[in-house]
């Protein structure tokens, strides 16, 4: 016999016969993890994964009907999703700056305000100069998303990009081939450099490290802290820099006269970020907010 909450659950997924139907099973399945608007945006996107449809049709045709193949490979997104889930890992994939990417958990699921970074990156000062970016690296790459899309917007610049993580570079290199562009992917780890890899100096340098503290985590929501990889995520409550200073420490000797450090960072941390870095000799720091206000950048120029 079905528990009540389950056969509840069974008879909201029975109902789902039109686009309609699922945006209503979604909204009453999902409405304690979720705020409307999510619910509405996981919904959008699952639906068009399944049925193949544009977003605009999907909104234009709410009454189209949905196949039985279709109505089970709901179901089953609909099942994961409501143990916290994220949609990107259920998919397996993801959008950042206009590309395709690759994501599972052994990888960070690309953000909005990253992309806020890449975007800074092409919009300063060295965008007039692409052609005389000749390398870049970006360090704790996950995905590859910010190594691919700069890449993609410095084409004959050497991209490197390091990480730790074994099975996150190997979805990192799947993501250079999706996206057709050659990247040179280095395992190790930024806090015990080995002296004997061959890293190039390079005119910019970008890194999104790991910057959550025990106290976030606590205001964080479970989709992030019981999917996403620990070791990409946090960083010890005694030491909440411990990334940024040794990358910090990192480009003073790798990057070029005149090169641009780049960093997202904690948004609770950007004053300590920034005297790190002028204390090592950073100059032209700057601090700089996301699109919803939060201090979530900052940029330094080697001297």
């Known amino acids: 016999m079905l528990r009540h909450g389950t056969k509840v659950a069974f008879m909201l997924l029975c109902c789902m016969k039109t686009i309609k139907d699922v945006f209503s099973t979604f909204k009453q399945s999902l409405g ?7 619910i509405e945006a996981l919904t959008l996107m699952t639906i068009s994964e399944i049925t193949e449809l544009s977003k605009a049709m999907i909104k234009a045709f709410p009454e189209q009907e949905i196949t039985l193949q279709q109505h089970e490979k709901l179901n089953n997104i609909l099942t994961r999703l409501q143990t916290g889930e994220p949609i990107q890992y259920i998919l397996g994939h993801t959008e950042f700056y206009g590309l395709t990417f690759k994501v599972n958990p052994s990888v960070l699921i690309p953000r909005p305000e990253t992309e806020e970074l890449v ?35 410095f084409p ?22 999706l996206n057709e562009v050659d990247i040179n992917f280095i395992h190790a780890d930024i806090l015990n450099i080995n002296s004997e ?35 990409a995520l946090f960083v010890p409550e005694n030491d909440p820099l411990i990334f940024y200073k040794a990358i910090a420490d990192f480009a003073i000797d790798n990057l070029a006269p005149k090169g641009l450090l780049f960093f997202e960072i904690n948004e609770s941390l950007g004053k300590e970020t920034v005297e790190m870095l002028e204390s090592k000799g950073f100059k032209d720091i700057e601090l700089r907010k996301d699109m919803s206000g939060r201090d979530r950048m900052v940029r330094a120029t080697r001297i």
């Open 197 to 231: 890899i061959e890293i190039p100096k390079s005119e910019i340098i970008i890194s999104n490290p790991p910057y959550v503290t025990l106290h976030d985590k606590t205001q964080m929501h479970t989709n992030v802290t019981d999917f996403e990889p620990h070791t």
């Open 156 to 177: 004959t610049a050497q991209v490197s990009a390091i990480d730790i993580s074994t099975e996150a570079l190997q979805t990192a290199k799947q993501n250079a081939e």
């Open 119 to 153: 975007e800074w990156v092409l919009n300063s000062k060295v965008e007039s100069q692409k052609s005389k970016v000749s390398n870049i690296l970006d360090i704790g790459t996950g995905s590859g998303c910010i190594a691919i899309s700069l890449k993609k917007n």
């Open 32 to 38: 304690t993890l979720y705020d409307t608007s999510e």
